[in-house]
Antibody, heavy 120, light 107 residues
Framework: EVQLVESGGGLVQPGRSLRLSCAASGFTFGDYGMHWVRQAPGEGLEWVSGINWNSRTIGYADSVKGRFTISRDNAKNSLYLQMNSLRAEDTALYYCGKGRLSGTTYFDYWGQGALVTVSS | AIRMTQSPSSFSASTGDRVTITCRASQGISSYLAWYQQKPGKAPKLLIY???TLQTGVPSRFSGSGSGTDFTLTISCLQSEDFATYYCQQYQSYPQTFGQGTKVEIK
């Protein structure tokens, strides 16, 4: 059974940093692209970032480019999102998503999300 | 970035109705389009990918069509468990983008 479990969320002040993790199991992690998608309270889905299987192809939404960094450790079956210079508008539930394809892709499995609240 | 526009943003329907949601891309995306269903407090669920391919386990009352810039999601006979918010998503290129969502409510 595929499982994606996010961790690392919490309350953080504007301008500070936070690192999210996603622990994957139930599939060959290194074979698939992985992504982060967020959802602000009461709002729609926003794709944040994606990384292909070997970390050579990475993409970011314009809203986070230069502040967020995605990475993965295939040996640990883990995906990460380093979030720097956080803003109030980054407040959201952050989902980890498994891509069906290696690069740009749709998401066939999702975690339950990690809540990030940016507030002073 | 490719902009995805769904219509309508919300509507009311009755069990048994046939409903259609449209999604328009600001530029051609071939068939690189997926549809998701999201219920309150839950993660999204993949319904359709490649514009018209039904994900395993999704009921056949759901169908998708379109290519290029115009796409539709159809639910042939609305069931009580289908009242939810639906999102389209393009994966033709980075940055990947979602539509704003369509909420289907009970009439």
């Amino acid at each position: 059974e595929v499982q994606l479990v996010e961790s690392g969320g919490g309350l953080v002040q504007p301008g500070r940093s936070l690192r999210l993790s996603c622990a994957a199991s139930g599939f060959t992690f290194g074979d698939y692209g992985m992504h982060w998608v967020r959802q602000a309270p009461g709002e729609g889905l926003e794709w944040v970032s994606g990384i292909n299987w070997n970390s050579r192809t990475i993409g970011y939404a314009d809203s986070v480019k230069g502040r967020f960094t995605i990475s993965r450790d295939n040996a640990k079956n883990s995906l990460y999102l380093q979030m720097n210079s956080l803003r109030a508008e980054d407040t959201a539930l952050y989902y980890c998503g498994k891509g069906r394809l290696s690069g740009t892709t749709y998401f066939d499995y999702w975690g339950q999300g990690a809540l990030v609240t940016v507030s002073s | 970035a490719i902009r995805m526009t769904q219509s309508p943003s919300s509507f009311s329907a009755s069990t048994g109705d046939r409903v259609t949601i449209t999604c328009r891309a600001s530029q051609g995306i071939s068939s690189y389009l997926a549809w998701y269903q999201q219920k309150p407090g839950k993660a999204p669920k993949l319904l359709i990918y490649a514009a018209s391919t039904l994900q395993t386990g999704v009921p056949s009352r759901f169908s998708g069509s379109g290519s290029g810039t115009d796409f539709t999601l159809t639910i042939s006979c609305l069931q009580s468990e289908d009242f939810a918010t639906y999102y389209c998503q393009q994966y033709q290129s980075y940055p990947q983008t979602f539509g704003q969502g369509t909420k289907v409510e009970i009439k």
